[in-house]
């Protein structure tokens, strides 16, 4: 009786629990991705704006 060789773990390439932003609003169904609140994204367009060299 011959094993069969075991499929390789599936590592998710980001980890998206300790992501930049918060107050995930929803994620999408299938690829999981997280969709931040209006507010969070509005918050994350300043501090780039802000924050260039």
Do not use: A
């Given at each position: 009786m011959t094993?069969?060789?075991k499929k390789?773990?599936?590592v998710p390439i980001e980890n998206?629990?300790?992501a930049s932003w918060a107050n995930?609003?929803?994620v999408?169904?299938?690829s999981n991705?997280?969709?931040p609140s209006k507010n969070e994204v509005i918050n994350a367009k300043e501090w780039?704006?802000?924050n260039k060299k």
């Open positions: 094993k069969k060789p390789p773990h599936k998206h629990k300790t995930i609003q929803n999408k169904e299938q991705v997280p969709i780039v704006e802000e």
